[in-house]
């Protein structure tokens, strides 16, 4: 069993900041790309960025220039800073993995339970 814990979420200015991490722990062998998605109320889930074990990044057009994703390998955690966050930014976030496990060597797809982060105008 793998869990993704995701911390850092809150309530913002417009304009502000907020930190998102992300850890993951249990039955790993390796990690390969992470990411962060989001769901803003009465809408379907979309990407926000993601990396590879290798630093790799993608990032939705939203995304682009305001977030920054990176990872810790040693830590098994990903992060998600998040600058000039907008109203529109409102949503849960949500922390994804692709986890290779023990001790069956399986390649798993793990979400985190997701994280509110809501920016007032």
Do not use: H
Not at 27 to 34: D, E, F, P, T
Not at 113 to 119: F, N
């Amino acid at each position: 069993q793998v869990q993704l814990v995701e911390s850092g979420g809150g309530l913002v200015q417009a304009g502000g900041s907020l930190r998102l991490s992300c850890a993951a722990s249990g039955s790993i062998v390796s990690i390969g790309a992470m990411g962060w998605y989001r769901r803003a109320p009465g809408k379907q889930r979309e990407l926000v960025a993601t990396i590879t074990s290798g630093g790799y990044t993608n990032y939705a057009d939203s995304a682009k220039g305001r977030f920054t994703i990176s990872r810790d390998n040693a830590k098994n955690s990903v992060y998600l800073q998040m600058n000039s966050l907008k109203p529109e930014d409102t949503a849960v976030y949500y922390c994804n993995a692709g986890v290779l496990t023990t001790p069956t060597l399986t390649l798993y797809n793990y979400w985190g339970q997701g994280t509110q982060v809501t920016v007032s105008s």
